[in-house]
């Protein structure tokens, strides 16, 4: 039975092992927590011989690790953008469908990018000439790079948000890993 994203179950203490290599295979990343583990109770009519064990294994899905990892995206650039002075270096995020597919994904860019890249096709559309949005890049990554790290080394919460982002998408990558076995199928 299920109880809020915890799975309890019953095996006869004989048969742990097995049960257990059958959970972690289909149900995988799977950490047993005994802090949670209610005591078993046996009926007085039972001998010691029928004791059943009860264990607790509770696992995350992708879905919330992935979560986890966007809301620390989104702390990040919201602290990023407030301390930062020159707004063409703010980061905007979206979830955007590249042509071609429905397929959404996470886009994060700063806004002189979002700019070359309205500018450039607004001049497609008119027949007019604007620099690709990739040369604008080229441009200014040097300077766009060399702000965001002196407001990264000054603020010391930037700093940590960053790593736990960080630590976040390793535990993410990880579980993936486990949970797919190396068989892990990406478009």
């Known amino acids: 039975m299920a109880r809020s994203g915890v799975l309890y179950f019953a095996a006869r203490s004989a048969l742990l092992p097995l049960v257990a290599l059958l959970l972690v295979g289909s149900a995988v990343a799977a950490n047993p927590t005994p802090s949670r583990t ?3 109770t046996q009926p007085a009519n039972a001998s010691a011989d029928s004791e059943l064990d009860e264990f607790v294994i509770e696992g ?3 879905s919330q690790l992935r979560k986890q990892i966007v809301e620390a995206e ?3 650039y919201q602290l990023y953008n407030e301390l930062n002075t020159d707004k063409d270096f703010d980061v905007n995020c979206e979830t955007q469908a590249p042509l071609g597919t429905r397929i959404t994904q996470r886009v ?6 979002a700019e070359a890249e309205a ?3 607004q001049a497609m559309l008119r027949g007019d000439y604007a620099p690709p949005p990739e040369l604008v890049a080229l441009q200014r990554q040097a300077a766009y790079r060399a702000k965001a790290l002196a407001l990264i080394n000054k603020n010391p919460e930037l700093l940590r948000l960053l790593r736990r982002r960080d630590e976040l998408e390793r535990g993410y990558l990880k579980t993936r890993k486990e949970r797919f076995k190396g ?3 990406q478009f």
């Open 108 to 113: 994060c860019k700063p806004v002189f990018y």
């Open 74 to 76: 989104d702390r990040f």
């Open 119 to 121: 500018e450039y096709a």
């Open 183 to 185: 068989h892990w199928i």
């Open 60 to 62: 995350k899905k992708l």
């Open 38 to 40: 209610a005591p078993v």
